[in-house]
């Protein structure tokens, strides 16, 4: 079960917790780091702790190609074991998201725009849950 992260120094570090409200909704504006456009607007998703593998950041079509030339990190696809993310329970709360095609049971979030990804997650098994993590966007 994933749980909320709380406002604790082992849980969320001090440059996190100002991004979050007492209930652990995001503050800010999120946007993709590589264009700018707006991926979420403040007060929709809730700071999670959840372990989750995202491949390396790349366009769209890399991402679903698994065309890594970097060490192989998992199941031969470079790319981060991420902890904090922003959970959105609705799909269509997002201002500016892409999805790539199904990979297994898993459909990655993309930036709409420029087609930067993956920065989230979601498993096509709980249609409740979609990952942002907060490492692969900006906040202001």
């Not at 709380?6 to 946007?31: I, M, P, Y």
């Not at 902890?83 to 979030?109: C, P, R, S």
């Not at 420029?114 to 993590?133: L, Q, R």
């Amino acid at each position: 079960m994933d749980k909320p992260a709380a406002h604790s120094a082992g849980q969320v570090s001090a440059d996190r917790s100002s991004l979050v409200n007492e209930s652990q909704k995001n503050t800010k504006t999120v946007l993709c780091q590589r264009c700018g456009s707006k991926v979420l607007l403040p007060g929709i998703g809730v700071l999670t702790q959840k372990e989750l593998f995202l491949p390396s950041m790349r366009k769209k079509d890399a991402v679903l190609d698994g065309d890594a030339v970097d060490t192989p990190v998992n199941d031969g696809v470079v790319g981060d074991t991420l902890q904090d993310h922003w959970l959105v329970e609705n799909m269509y709360a997002f201002e500016n998201v892409g999805f790539t095609k199904n990979i297994g049971n898993i459909k990655y979030l993309v930036c709409a725009d420029c087609e930067i990804g993956p920065i989230g997650w979601h498993c096509t098994d709980d249609t409740k849950s979609f990952y942002v993590a907060l490492d692969r966007v900006d906040h202001v």
